[in-house]
């Protein structure tokens, strides 16, 4: 056993591992971070799983963790209006997912692969419009909501899918840059290949491009899901009747008192709403990293 160190690195090695001083130095320090990270993290979880197994829970009531242990909360969860909103919830952001990668896959197709008038201009002005919340505009969209229900009454306010189409309005254009740099990696010669072979574009979009993006994809379609599934401020400007209600409006409800509040209801709610999430992200974390990264490749 030797102990081997370099000016350059100031660490010593015994058997090909750090050991003692070296170690808390070079990686120790690094374990302490991030245990601290993940119980900053995983508290307030356990915190809200622990007041929802408790039957009559109140906010100074809850800081005995699992002192109690009933499901009554859970239960009673079904019989109110929950079951609706997670539906709503689910068809909305669903829905709002798929429209978003069909949306930005067929929009940065356009802008990767086609030369056209304005192209840049067009790009230029999508990272613009990005720079404005779009909390900027519900009055204004809930206006156009309003005037939109008197010609398509099933596209103005107070209806699902005329907030799935602000949805997909407000996140076209954030999502078409993200794809458009992946798309920009996946070489042109493939496309060239294809028209020699008598492939339209369509035909290279949907059999061709597609598979080869499904990273990008599967990462679009996680982010449009997750930040549909718990948007509030529009949901609750577009949305007015209780059966129509999103999971983030209808809890609200329930929260907005804070004297009343069922608190055991509200947080067995938010346990059981996190699931889908949860599910959604362990299926498709394998594309998240490369999603993410291979688009600033080459752009």
Known sequence: ??????????????????????????????????????????????????????????????????????????????????????????????????????????????????????????????????????????????????????????????????????????????????MYGFFNTVPHEIDEAAKIDGATHAQIFWTMILRLVSPILAVVGLLSFIGTYGEFIIAKTVLSQTDKMTLAVGLYQWAADERNAPWGLFAAGAVLAAIPIVVLFLFLQKYIVSGLTAGSVKG
Not at 53 to 62: D, H, I
Not at 95 to 105: E, F, K, Q, S, Y
Not at 106 to 119: H, I, L
């Open 1 to 178: 056993m030797s102990a081997v160190t370099t000016p350059e690195t100031s660490y010593t090695l015994r058997d090909g591992k750090l050991r003692g001083a070296s170690w808390w130095k070079q990686v120790g320090w690094r374990h302490i971070v991030g245990v601290l990270g993940i119980a900053y993290a995983v508290f307030p979880l356990i915190y809200v799983f622990s007041a929802s197994l408790k039957p009559r829970t109140t906010l100074t009531g809850s800081n005995e963790l699992f002192s109690e242990f009933s499901l009554i909360n859970y239960t009673n969860l079904f019989d109110t209006g929950f079951s609706d909103w997670a539906l709503n919830s689910l068809f909305i952001s669903t829905v709002t997912a798929i429209g978003t990668v069909l949306m930005g896959g067929a929009a940065a197709y356009a802008f990767s692969r086609f030369r056209f008038t304005g192209r840049r201009a067009s790009l230029t002005a999508l990272l613009i419009i990005q720079m404005f919340p779009q909390m900027l505009a519900v009055v204004a969209i809930f206006l156009l909501l309003l005037s939109l229900r008197e010609v398509f009454p099933f596209l103005g306010a107070n209806n699902q899918l005329g907030l799935i189409a602000v949805y997909l309005g407000g996140a076209l254009g954030v999502n078409t840059f993200l």
